[in-house]
């Protein structure tokens, strides 16, 4: 059975490293590196969350 492996929410490549997610208002992004999370908070500034916003939905 083949192993479902993450897509960069940015450029469709494998997501190989943890650690480059955003937070969002259309659900958590996660990205192959630096560069495309970057390039997406610039695109998509208006969306993105900060983590003290996500604390308090849990809330």
Same mark, same amino acid.
């Given at each position: 059975? @083949?192993e479902l492996? @993450?897509?960069?929410d940015?450029? =469709?490549?494998?997501? %190989?490293t *943890? =650690?480059? &997610?955003l937070h969002?208002n !259309?659900?958590?992004? !996660?990205?192959?590196? %630096? =560069?495309?999370? =970057? ?5 998509? !500034?208006? *969306? *993105?969350?900060?983590?003290a916003? @996500?604390d &308090? %939905?849990? &809330?």
């Open positions: 059975m @083949k492996k @993450k897509t960069c940015l450029c =469709g490549l494998a997501v %190989e *943890i =650690g480059f &997610n969002t !259309e659900g958590d992004k !996660e990205f192959c590196c %630096e =560069g495309c999370k =970057g390039i997406y908070q610039m695109l998509h !500034e208006d *969306i *993105i969350l900060d983590t916003d @996500k &308090n %939905e849990a &809330n």
